[in-house]
């Protein structure tokens, strides 16, 4: 039988890895503590017990021996468990990954970025901009002063050309406040260019794309309160049905620290509040062309 999925970045599969080691561990009804006893049998409890934690909230590494222990540990021998594990821990390291084009991201940035390379379903709200995602080429070079060097320009349009990607295969939706349309980057061409690439991309099977209007029609909740931000949903594969299937991470910009549980139900409230504020996608569409006209 093929393994599942893995996801594609370094980031990715740390997570994933995370979630299949906290599922083994709730299985066996071990604690951090004792899991991190058995492969580390001399280290200190409380410097274990942070290994265990950190490997199950996506971040640090571990070994193939000592994931091989902790497997033991968890009482894991059915060899798909134990090879998907394997391969979640493969080839996790981000050195060389962040040269080129990509270069001109900041390191602060990279944990968002992976992520949504890695989602299933991406969900963002924007004002202001149009979402990098959602940008055409025109929109993105109007973005630069004349005085910025061509090959500048030229690796950030090949870094969004990067991110595009997953809009092949992820289910994505977005909620657009009016002003991304209002505010004007370059000229009117530029604007008409990035409409009609809005539209376009609404007409795809796997996107759904509302706007807030400045005036809401009547009967919709004034939203004045929109927020930016964007919700990432990655797969589980390998946690058995009845737990989480699936990892939620909620970012406030780029550059910021996922946000997960408590704080991630704001930002899901924040979301229903978004597209119930918005047109549907059909009288979207209409608002666009209107905008264009």
Sequence with gaps: MPLPAAAATPTGRKCQLGALLRHLRDRSSLTQDEAGAYVWPNGKIRRVQNKIALLENGGGG?????????????????????ALAKQLNDNTSQRGRWLGHRAIHSTSARQFLDLEQDASLVRMVAVEQVPTLFQCE??????????????EVAAHVAACRERWRVLGRA?????????CLRRMRGDEHVMREQIDHLIALSE???????LVPFVLPPGRRDNCGLEQFALFRLPCPGV?????????????????????????????????????????????????RSVKE
């Design 240 to 288: 058995g049905s009845g737990d989480q299937q699936h990892l939620d991470f909620a970012f406030a910009r780029i550059d910021a620290r996922p946000l997960r549980d408590v704080k991630l139900q704001a930002y899901e409230r924040l979301w229903s509040d978004a597209t119930n504020a918005g047109l549907g996608p059909d009288r979207t569409r209409r608002f666009l």
């Design 62 to 82: 571990i070994g193939n021996a000592d994931l091989r222990a902790l497997l033991d540990a968890y009482r894991v021998d059915d060899p798909e468990t134990v």
């Design 204 to 210: 795809q099977p796997n996107i759904v794309l509302q």
């Design 171 to 179: 289910e994505i939706f977005a909620v657009l406040s009016e002003s």
């Design 138 to 151: 025109f929109y993105i070079r109007a973005g630069f002063k004349p005085s910025v060097p061509a090959d």
